[in-house]
């Protein structure tokens, strides 16, 4: 069929709903049942993919729970152009406003923490910034610099600790309690083929956020009150772009 409209329709004839015009997808009475296993053949594709993007979600909901809150979400945001792998931008929001009495309060956050994951694994490889890139500059070199932080790097913040059972539930370890008593943000990044995280302290939240703004090394520094050592420990684990800097 040519069409421009028929793709937007079905897909919206599958999602259901009341006011939707079923005009030239069911042309017979007995022929429902068979849009009806086509729609649910997309909801449990919907699903998987879902699942397979936010597995710690699915580990702490359950299946049953993350099938309902999968299709709501699918209901209202349907899949547009692009891959697949990163489908559900904005389910932890979702997650916020759906999620049934009884599911755990902090498993919106833990849905940001899949969502960083799975952008640090899909992101752009780049080379990262070394120490030995830099040995060259003397105090005010250093002091000038200017670094981008690496194209995987996502720092998902939440108001209380929860990597602990992000992990947990993500590789299906003892899921460890969330902690209530101060908030967290978790720097997860992709320096190489590995995806990496860990949480970051004050002091490196407000380097990194200085140096995103665009701070020169020394600005950010005396901003965050970091030490030398400290950007050297981030730079070790690759948090740096490179591109910027292959001249030095």
Not at 213 to 232: M, T
């Amino acid at each position: 069929m040519s069409d421009a409209g028929f793709h937007a329709r079905f897909a919206a004839v599958l999602r259901g709903g009341k006011d939707v015009a079923r005009d030239g997808f069911v042309p017979e009475p007995g022929h429902a049942a068979a849009l009806s296993v086509y729609r649910n053949t997309v909801v449990r594709g919907v699903i998987d993919v879902l699942g397979d993007n936010y597995p710690s979600v699915r580990f702490l909901a359950g299946d049953g729970n993350f099938a309902a809150l999968a299709k709501s979400y699918w209901q209202g945001h349907p899949p547009h152009a692009g891959p697949m792998l990163l489908y559900g931008d904005g389910f932890a929001d979702h997650l916020s406003h759906e999620a049934p009495r009884g599911m755990p309060a902090f498993l919106p956050a833990i849905a940001r923490i899949d969502r960083a994951w799975g952008e640090a694994h899909h992101s752009a490889d780049a080379p990262t910034l070394s120490p030995g890139d830099i040995r060259t500059l003397d105090a005010d070199g250093f002091s000038g610099l200017f670094v981008d932080l690496h194209p995987s790097v996502r720092r998902p913040a939440h108001d209380r600790p929860i990597l602990t059972t992000w992990t947990a539930a993500r590789f299906q370890s003892r899921v460890e309690r969330a902690g209530t008593q101060c908030e967290e943000t978790v720097l997860v990044w992709r320096p190489a083929m590995e995806v990496r995280y860990r949480t970051l302290s004050a002091t490196e939240i407000i380097l990194l956020n200085a140096l995103d703004d665009g701070l020169p090394l020394g600005e950010a520094a005396h901003v965050s009150g970091a030490s030398p050592d400290l950007f050297i420990r981030l730079l070790k684990d690759g948090v740096f772009a490179r591109d910027r800097h292959d001249r030095i």
